[in-house]
Structures are given as structure tokens and as C-alpha cells.
């Protein structure tokens, strides 16, 4: 299968070894994996600051760069959830649109989804607290909302955390309460999001959490910024960093 | 007819409203294996209780179990088995009523709630006394408020209500008070 | 002053924003667990979202019907295109009644429009009977919050209101001999009241009825005592039928505080023998609201504040924050429609976390018409200059691949080389409360053409 590597802007330039570790992950599974180079950001963050014109333009380079492939795969919750769930407030429906829109995944779900768990064993020493990226949640429906009443979701995440031998999943009080970086929110309202984010810090940290991991790359980078500044012992793994380190072949 | 009211109307008429349709599954209301059981456990939540009884001749016997009750000065009730010791000419009147004793015409389970329409005098001695006690036929119990209103016809009389517990409030720093304005008990009494 | 301004003051005194915060996430807790009573919550919910939806679609007819039913009643019917309008109806009523003692339930329609400054303005004397909101017109300030209106207030706080103005033994701060003192004095006022003010929670078509939900009782001693009734509904209140309040009745409640239903459930046909009902139907900027596709389901709402108690952000910034008659991630929605300029900020307090959304019992979309109200304001021109050029700069960096690399490796490298004095300087608000990631000297792109390169 050929699959594209879509790499969020930020991601590129903040956080590389998440792209290295998600393209070393799916070729690890056997994927043929290509980079479009000529991407650059899907428009998430004009289109949720009022920008629709500006990510209108984006988002018709997206689909321009990305047609070609069989599927799509990106370590992003928010950017895939632009991609799929609000394109379509941009674009007229289109055949190419909603090809789109068919084809991308976030990574944990395409993993857990693509491939035999038994290929992604692996082993973690440690507690693991889960960040859900609340777009990740709520606009992808990975993971369980506690404002719903659904029976069984969809939570690659946290299967595929469960398949590493020695990894204990240790859940704080506040299940899936946001981290308060909302993007430009987090520099529009400091005092709020500040707050915000400490609150996760303290529940992860009670929960006894020695990493916490998350299906987005923001999330963690705001949470890292607050636990150094306050000198937290938390360390933030973006969930490809983790799973590509635990399932590492050890020879 | 007002100038407004044409407007308003004008307005909406003039608005197209885009029609939502929520791709809903199939559901069907809750019932009980123990709707009594369910109720009982409502009303205690909610700070009231309940007590059962073969027969209306028992109803006196069964309130006089009670210290509210049996404390109370100033009864009135327009049931035929209850002895009222005050009466009240206007609204206003009923402002000393220790205990009223209404009748309810149907009870709830999944809210703890009895429906009881009063009449324009019963109506204030319902929100004024300091206690109130409800009486209702144990057969006229549904599960849920689906059913309720499949059987009620609220426009009958200009007033009636749905009570589930005693008067509360928790606007203080969310601690939850009995007795914020009406009532500071409530006894639902299931006979039959 | 915008929102981050005053959120700021608010969440900087920790301490109270996370009791606060507690407080509130307290009820979302309770409500958690009576939506996991009812296994059919989700469906109950899609029914509720239709029933509205389908009301709101022809509520001129059903505004019709329900007036003819209501006069049919016995009740007298009175519209009001705005505030003013309503004021004056109301006001007019208790006049040529030579009415001065009103008492009045909870209704945020009546403090969207300033009833209360203008009856008392006009010599009637206006008691607001429900605890929180009598608590807060002690203090003569707005609600902080749908539900609780006196949410954002210690007990001690309390207390020094109840000794200033009811005369209560200073220092006294607990809850239940505050909320008795509180009930001694609300009594002589419902004695005396010549007429009693409620809203509506919900209206019915088919029989031209309200209900009002309360649990104090507040709103039944404040219509059974006096002899007149006026009740005060905005024109998004109705429903069709009386089975449809089994739906609503079952979501408002529970989604509210937790409860299966409140204390009190009271219906209305018509007036009491010898009394008046009077129903005054008010527009007041919904009909714009409705006419606009993107917001038009905000008028689903029926006000039961969960998507407050929700918000991470209202939970710390409080309700006063928004400076709106309702707050939270509805008011944010509606309070814009009604001035975009004043309250341009709120659509931005938000991080689009969802949750508001998926705890709404009429599931409104909230945190999709939030970001819709961003685009709208951008459109308009009512967001900072700066930000626009910001959002169309980088856009037009991103349209070109070279010059985004270009500008990565110029932004990296000075974020490595640069002293920490300068990097975080004012103009870096990421920094006021957190570190700037490490920057790293090869991105993502450059790593991969290196590699692929020496491979090939
Ligand atoms: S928008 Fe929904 S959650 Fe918020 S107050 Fe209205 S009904 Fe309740």
C-alpha cells in the first residue's frame, strides 16, 4: 500500500522526531511510504482563527499534493480532523474532496486499524498517562467522551498502548478535560490556558504518570512548556515516539 | 392585534429555516423491573420518602407516624379522611399551615414524582404549609415521563404540577438546603 | 474590556478559579451520572435536536396556535419586538393595576432586557425570589451563571450580604440558617406582592400552556399568592405538543444539576379564577438569530447551563467574564448575533475543545458555530488588524514550500542562538507562562531529503 506521510507544518519544524518516528513505525509495518514535499500545513490554524478564506487556498493545495495516494497518514488528530471533518465548510463537495476526506487517517487509528496488533508488540516500562487530544475525541471519535453515553468507542490509542508488555495506563481524575492550548487560545488567553494546562499536570501527576502521551503534537508541546517552566518531572511522548520506541527490535 | 406581533410574524414567515434531521437511532424509554422500588429511591434522593398502605382507612394511622405530623397544629386537607383544623379564606391565608394533605393523581417512577392538580384554594396551602403529604393510588404509577403524559391532560385545569421532593436550593456554595421557600418535607403516601 | 482581560484577573487568583472550577466540574460530575442512568440518553437527545429543529422551522404557525389556545384559556396575550417594548408592556400592565410590589421568578429574558432597572425606575418595587438571583440583586450585581446565579461567591461573601441587608449575626456563613434568613424575609414578600413575574421554560402549541421549573417553589408562591400572573417567553419557547415535554423534561434536569427532574414542574392553563395570566411573547434579535443558517439551532437552547459547567474555560474565568446575560459557550454565540463588536472576544474564548458540544441535551453543534462566529468576525472586520495580516502572511508562506523551509530554519536558528532576554521578550506571550520548545536544527524536510539523498 502506498501510503503519504502528511507531516503538520509545526510538527516539521518543532517536534521532527515525531515525522521520523511515525515514517519509521509504518515502515516498520511494511508500508511503502512517500513524503509529498511540496506540503506544507493543512490550514487548521487560519481556518479555527476565523481565516476561512486563507485555509480555503490551503486546503485546495492539500488536495492537490495528496490526490495521488492510496491513503493518508498523519500524527495529528487535529490536522486529520480539519482534513476530513471541515473541509467540507471550505470546499464545494468535490469527487476529490471526498476521496480526501475517505483516505486520511490519524495514525494510531490507521495503525490499529491497518495492521495485525501482533505486529506492533512491543514492550514499556512505566505509566503511561493518556492526553487525548480533544479533536482527536470529539471531532474523530476516538476515544470515550465522558459527556456521552456510547457503548463501546473506537479507542486505537489506547489499545494499542495496552498491547506493549510492562506499559500501565494510569488514568487521571479528569479523564479527557482539554489541556488548554487551543492554538492561538494559548497565547490570546494566557491566564486561562496556564491554568488549564496545570490543572492536567497535577491529575496526570497523581495519577502517578511518569510519561504522558497524546494523538497531538500541540498538546504535548504546551503541557512540556508548562511542566519545564514549573519544573513538573513529567516527560511528553507523542504516541508515535513511544510506540516507535517500544516496539524497537532490541538486537 | 399589535403592530409587533404582525412584525414578528411577518419575519418569521420570511425566514427559511434550514431543516435539521439528526440521524437518530431507535430508542425506547427505560422501565423498571421495581418501578415502586425506583420511585422510593428518587424521592429519598431528593430529599422526600415514601410510605405504603393497604387502604385510605389506613391514611391517618400512617401520618400520625410521623413527627411532622403529629406536631402540627394547623392541618388541612380536602380528603375526607384527614380531620382539617384550619381553613383559609383567601390565598394568603394558608401562610401559618403546618400540613396539607393533598391527593396526587399519578406517580412517576424514573423521576420520583407525583402529578397533583389542585384547586385555586388547595393550590397555595400546597406551596405554603410546612410540610406536605401526597396521596396516590399505587396502581397510578408509570414508568417514566413518557408515559405520564400519555395519560395526563395538563390543559385541563389551570394549574398543575409535577412535585418531586421538598422545596430546595443549593445557590449557597452548592450545599444542598431543604426548605428554601415551600415545604421542608414531603410523605407520598401509595395506597391500594 | 474583552474577555482575556477580565479571565485573566480571574484565573490569576488561583485559588479561586479552582474552587471555582471544582465547584462547577462538581455538576458536570452529577450530571454525568444521571445521563448514564437513562441507556437511551443519545437518542433521547437526537429527538429533542429534532423536535426543535422541526418547531423552529414553521414557529410562526406554531406561535399562532399556541396564542389562539392560550386566549382560549383564559390568558392574555401581549408581543414585544424588543427590549423596550417588553419593558413597557410589563410596565403598563402593573401601572393600570396600581401594582408597586412585584416578586419575580427566575428568567433570563428579563434580565437580557433590564426589566428590574426599569420597573424600579418606575416606582415598582421588584424582589428577585429565587436565592441565587436574590443573593446577587442584594449585591446589585448581573448572574454569573444560568443556573447558579451566585456561583461565584463564597459563603462568607454571603454572609456579609445577608448582615448588611437582612440584618443577619455577622460572621454567619452557614449555608442553611443563611438560606432561612433568606426564606423569612422572601415570605413577607410574597405575602405582600400585588402581582408575580415568572419566565417559561417551555410553551405548548397544541394547548397554548407553560411550564415553569423550579426547585425552591418560587415560582408557584410567587403565582398562587397574588392575582396576577405575567409570564415572559421568548419566541424559541415553544413546543408542539404536550408529549414532546416528556423529552425535555427528562434532558433539562438532569443535564442541569444532576437531578431526574426539578422539585417542581408547574403548568399553567389560563389564570386562576378571579386572577389574570398575562404572556407577553418577545423577538428581541431572535428572528435575526434564526434567519441566519449558521446560528440559527442556538435557538434550540433551553437553558439548562451544562455546556457552562463543561467549559474548561468558563470554569476558570467565571461567568462574569463574559460580560453577557448569558455566558459560556451559548452566550458566545448568541450575545455576538445581538452586538458583534462588544463582544467580539468571546467566540475566541475557547480552545474548539468539543466538549460542549457532546454534553448539550439539545446537541447543538456550540463549538462549530463558535468557529463559524470566527470566520464571521474576520469577515466583518472585527478582529485585531494585526491577526488578519498574521493569518494572510503565513498563508502566503505556506502557498510557497521554499519560503516556508526558508522562514523555518530563520525562526529555529534564532530560537537557538538568540539570548533568553530577547526570546522572551513581551512579544512572546507563548513564553509568560511556559518555556519555548527546544528548537531543532534540522526539521522534519531537511532531515528527509539528507537522508533519502544519501541513500539514492
Ligand atoms: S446550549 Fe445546550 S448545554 Fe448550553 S445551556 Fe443551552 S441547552 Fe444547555
Redesign the interface.
Given at each position: 500500500m502506498r501510503v503519504a506521510l502528511f507531516?503538520p507544518?509545526y510538527?516539521?519544524?518543532?517536534?521532527?522526531?515525531v515525522?521520523?518516528a511515525t515514517?519509521a513505525l509504518l515502515e516498520r509495518c511494511g508500508f511503502d511510504v512517500d513524503?509529498p514535499?511540496?506540503?506544507?500545513?493543512c490550514?487548521q490554524?487560519?481556518?479555527?482563527?476565523?481565516?476561512?478564506r486563507?485555509?480555503r487556498?490551503?486546503a485546495t493545495?492539500f488536495l492537490e499534493i495528496f490526490a495521488p495516494y492510496e491513503k493518508i497518514v498523519c500524527p495529528s488528530a487535529s490536522c486529520v480532523a480539519t482534513v476530513t471533518q471541515h473541509y467540507g465548510?471550505l470546499l464545494p463537495v468535490s469527487p476529490e474532496l471526498l476521496a480526501i476526506r475517505a483516505k486520511t487517517r490519524e495514525l494510531s487509528a490507521f495503525l490499529a486499524t491497518e495492521v495485525p496488533s501482533t505486529a506492533l508488540r512491543g514492550r514499556w516500562q512505566g505509566k503511561i498517562g493518556i492526553q487525548p487530544s480533544?479533536?482527536g475525541?470529539?471531532?474523530l471519535r476516538q476515544g470515550r467522551?465522558?459527556?456521552?453515553?456510547?457503548g463501546h468507542p473506537f479507542d486505537p490509542l489506547r489499545n494499542l498502548l495496552e498491547n506493549l508488555e510492562g506499559a500501565e495506563i494510569v488514568d487521571p481524575v479528569?479523564t479527557?478535560?482539554?489541556c488548554?492550548?487551543?492554538?492561538?487560545?494559548?497565547?490570546?488567553?494566557?491566564?486561562?490556558?496556564?491554568?488549564?494546562?496545570l490543572?492536567r499536570l497535577r491529575d496526570h501527576e497523581r495519577a502517578g504518570a511518569s510519561v504522558v502521551t497524546s494523538s497531538d503534537v500541540s498538546c504535548l508541546?504546551?503541557l512540556?512548556?508548562?511542566a519545564?517552566?514549573e519544573r513538573v518531572p513529567l516527560e511528553f511522548r507523542h504516541v508515535a515516539e513511544l510506540l516507535e520506541c517500544a516496539t524497537r527490535d532490541p538486537s | 392585534m399589535s403592530a409587533s406581533r404582525e412584525s414578528i410574524l411577518r419575519r418569521l414567515r420570511e425566514t427559511r429555516v434550514p431543516r435539521h434531521h439528526p440521524a437518530a437511532a431507535a430508542w425506547s424509554p427505560l422501565r423498571y423491573a421495581d418501578p415502586l422500588g425506583e420511585f422510593e429511591q428518587r424521592l429519598e434522593v431528593a430529599g422526600g420518602s415514601c410510605v405504603e398502605i393497604a387502604g385510605r382507612d389506613e391514611l391517618a394511622a400512617a401520618l400520625g407516624a410521623l413527627a411532622p405530623f403529629r406536631d402540627a397544629e394547623k392541618i388541612a386537607s380536602p380528603l375526607p379522611e384527614i380531620l382539617s383544623t384550619w381553613d383559609a379564606a383567601d390565598p394568603r391565608g394558608w401562610a401559618e399551615l403546618d400540613f396539607a394533605v393533598l391527593e396526587g393523581q399519578l406517580a412517576v417512577a424514573e423521576s420520583g414524582a407525583v402529578w397533583v392538580a389542585p384547586s385555586d384554594s388547595e393550590r397555595s396551602a400546597c406551596f405554603l404549609a410546612e410540610h406536605l403529604a401526597l396521596v396516590v393510588r399505587r396502581d397510578s404509577l408509570v414508568h417514566n415521563l413518557h408515559e405520564a403524559y400519555a395519560v395526563l391532560d395538563p390543559s385541563r385545569s389551570a394549574f398543575g404540577c409535577f412535585i418531586a421532593g421538598p422545596s430546595k436550593t443549593a445557590d449557597i456554595e452548592q450545599a444542598l438546603v431543604i426548605g428554601a421557600h415551600g415545604p421542608r418535607s414531603l410523605v407520598v403516601v401509595f395506597w391500594g | 474590556m474583552t474577555h482575556p482581560e477580565r479571565a485573566n484577573a480571574f484565573a490569576n487568583n488561583e485559588d479561586r478559579a479552582r474552587w471555582h472550577d471544582q465547584a462547577l466540574w462538581f455538576v458536570r460530575d452529577r450530571r454525568d451520572r444521571a445521563m448514564q442512568g437513562l441507556p437511551e440518553w443519545e437518542g433521547l437527545r437526537a429527538e429533542a435536536a429534532r423536535i426543535k429543529g422541526e418547531t423552529l422551522s414553521r414557529l410562526a404557525d406554531q406561535l399562532e396556535s399556541f396564542e389562539d389556545n392560550a386566549i382560549a384559556s383564559g390568558a392574555k396575550v401581549h408581543w414585544a419586538g424588543d427590549a423596550r417594548e417588553f419593558n413597557d408592556i410589563v410596565l403598563d400592565l402593573l401601572r393600570t393595576r396600581r401594582v408597586t410590589r412585584v416578586v419575580k421568578s427566575k428568567s433570563m429574558l428579563t434580565e437580557e432586557c433590564q426589566l428590574n432597572p426599569w420597573l424600579e425606575a418606575h416606582g415598582v418595587e421588584v424582589v428577585d425570589t429565587d436565592l441565587g438571583e436574590r443573593i446577587v440583586q442584594l449585591r446589585r450585581e448581573p448572574p454569573s451563571h444560568i443556573v447558579f446565579p451566585a456561583i461565584h461567591l463564597r459563603k462568607e461573601e454571603i454572609g456579609e450580604t445577608f448582615h448588611a441587608h437582612l440584618g443577619s449575626p455577622k460572621g454567619l456563613a452557614d449555608p442553611t440558617r443563611l438560606t432561612e434568613i433568606a426564606r423569612g424575609d422572601l415570605r413577607s414578600k410574597f405575602l405582600g406582592a400585588q402581582a408575580g413575574i415568572t419566565g417559561v421554560n417551555f410553551a405548548i402549541a397544541e394547548t397554548g400552556g407553560i411550564v415553569v421549573c423550579t426547585n425552591e417553589g418560587n415560582a408557584d408562591l410567587g403565582t398562587a399568592l397574588p392575582p396576577i400572573h405575567i409570564a415572559c417567553m421568548g419566541i424559541e419557547k415553544l413546543v408542539p405538543k404536550t408529549a414532546d415535554l416528556a423529552v425535555f423534561l427528562r434532558l433539562l434536569a438532569r443535564s442541569a444539576t444532576g437531578q431526574a427532574i426539578t422539585a417542581y414542574t408547574s403548568h399553567f392553563h389560563g389564570p386562576r379564577e378571579g386572577g389574570e395570566l398575562h404572556i407577553v411573547i418577545v423577538d428581541n434579535g431572535r428572528s435575526e438569530t434564526l434567519a441566519n443558517p449558521s446560528f440559527a439551532r442556538a435557538l434550540s437552547c433551553i437553558r439548562c447551563g451544562a455546556c457552562m459547567n463543561t467549559c474548561p474555560v468558563f470554569r476558570r474565568s467565571g461567568g462574569h467574564s463574559y460580560e453577557a446575560t448569558i455566558p459560556g459557550p451559548i452566550g458566545s454565540i448568541l450575545e455576538p448575533v445581538r452586538d458583534a463588536a462588544r463582544h467580539a472576544s468571546l467566540p475566541f474564548a475557547c480552545t474548539l475543545c468539543g466538549s460542549c458540544t457532546d454534553v448539550c441535551p439539545v446537541a447543538i453543534p456550540l463549538h462549530h458555530q463558535l468557529k463559524a462566529w470566527r470566520g464571521e468576525l474576520t469577515e466583518r472586520a472585527l478582529t485585531g488588524k494585526w491577526k488578519r495580516f498574521c493569518l494572510a502572511l503565513s498563508r502566503a508562506i505556506f502557498e510557497r514550500p521554499g519560503l516556508y523551509s526558508a522562514a523555518g530554519r530563520l525562526v529555529r536558528w534564532l530560537g537557538r542562538r538568540l539570548p533568553r532576554r530577547w526570546l522572551y521578550g513581551k512579544a512572546n506571550t507563548w513564553g509568560i507562562a511556559r518555556e519555548l520548545p527546544e528548537f531543532p536544527s534540522e526539521s522534519f524536510r531537511e532531515r528527509y531529503r539528507r537522508e533519502r539523498a544519501r541513500e539514492r
Open positions: 507531516v507544518c510538527v516539521d519544524q518543532l517536534r521532527p522526531s515525522a521520523h515514517l513524503f514535499e511540496a506540503q506544507t500545513c490550514g490554524a487560519h481556518l479555527n482563527s476565523g481565516g476561512a486563507d485555509a487556498v490551503l493545495r465548510d480533544c479533536h475525541l470529539r471531532e467522551s465522558t459527556e456521552r453515553r456510547d479528569r479527557d478535560e482539554c488548554g492550548f487551543g492554538g492561538a487560545f494559548c497565547v490570546e488567553e494566557p491566564g486561562v490556558s496556564r491554568l488549564m494546562g490543572d508541546l504546551h512540556e512548556g508548562l519545564r517552566r | - | -
